[in-house]
Each structure stands twice: as C-alpha cells, then as structure tokens.
C-alpha cells in the first residue's frame, strides 16, 4: 500500500507565498517522476509542474519563474515553492508520483501512478 500525503495548502494575498509538500510512504522500491497537478472549479485537472528521479524540473508556462519544484529522493517527498502567487492559482493542488513498488516491477518497468488527496490553495486579490 502507497500514500501520498500534502500539506503546506491555505489562504493567501496576492503577491504571497506557499510551499506545499508531498510525502510518498508504505511499499516503494523506488520513485520514478514525481509532479504537482492543479484543478481549479468546472476546469480541467492541469499538469503544474513535474521532476525526474535525477531532478530535471519542467513547469507549465503559466507558472514558470514564479514556483519552483524539488525534491528529496531520501524522505521520498516533492515540494512545491509557490511565489508572486495570482488570484488564478487558486486550485486544489495534487500530488503525484510514478511509483515502483518492488523491485520486480521496476525489472520490467511495470510503474504505478498514484495520487494525494489534494490541498486548498486560495489567493485572494
């Protein structure tokens, strides 16, 4: 069994900051891409930004030089440095990690992907 747990969500104005955090735990071999995802209300579920097992970060354009993700292969956990923060990031923010849970499935490549439960982000203007 795998979790991913969030936190690091809330309220803030316009121009703050939030860090969000990301704690994979239970039956991992290893942890292949890890990538924060956003959903906003009536709008599709979007790809934020994404970071390799090696660290090679990419962002989706609307957030790119304003946050920042990393990660920490030791405690298996992404984070998400979120600055000069819009109204339009509101969302709820997902966790997700592509997981391979022993080492027979990472042998084959056979990876699972799975999610948190989300975390409220609202800035307010």
């Known amino acids: 069994q795998v979790q991913l747990v969030e936190s690091g969500g809330g309220l803030v104005q316009a121009g703050g900051s939030l860090r969000l955090s990301c704690a994979a735990s239970?039956?991992?071999?290893?942890?292949?891409?890890m990538a924060w995802y956003r959903q906003a209300p009536e709008k599709q579920r979007e790809l934020v930004a994404a970071i390799t097992s090696g660290g090679s970060p990419n962002y989706s354009d609307s957030v790119k030089g304003r946050f920042t993700i990393s990660r920490d292969n030791a405690k298996k956990t992404v984070y998400l440095q979120m600055n000069s923060l819009k109204p339009e990031d509101t969302a709820v923010y997902y966790c997700?990690?592509?997981?391979?849970?022993?080492?027979?499935?990472?042998?084959?490549?056979?990876?699972?992907?799975?999610w948190g439960q989300g975390t409220q982000v609202t800035v307010s203007s």
């Open positions: 239970g039956s991992i071999f290893t942890i292949n891409t």
């Open positions: 997700n990690a592509d997981i391979f849970t022993t080492h027979y499935s990472y042998a084959v490549n056979n990876v699972a992907h799975y």
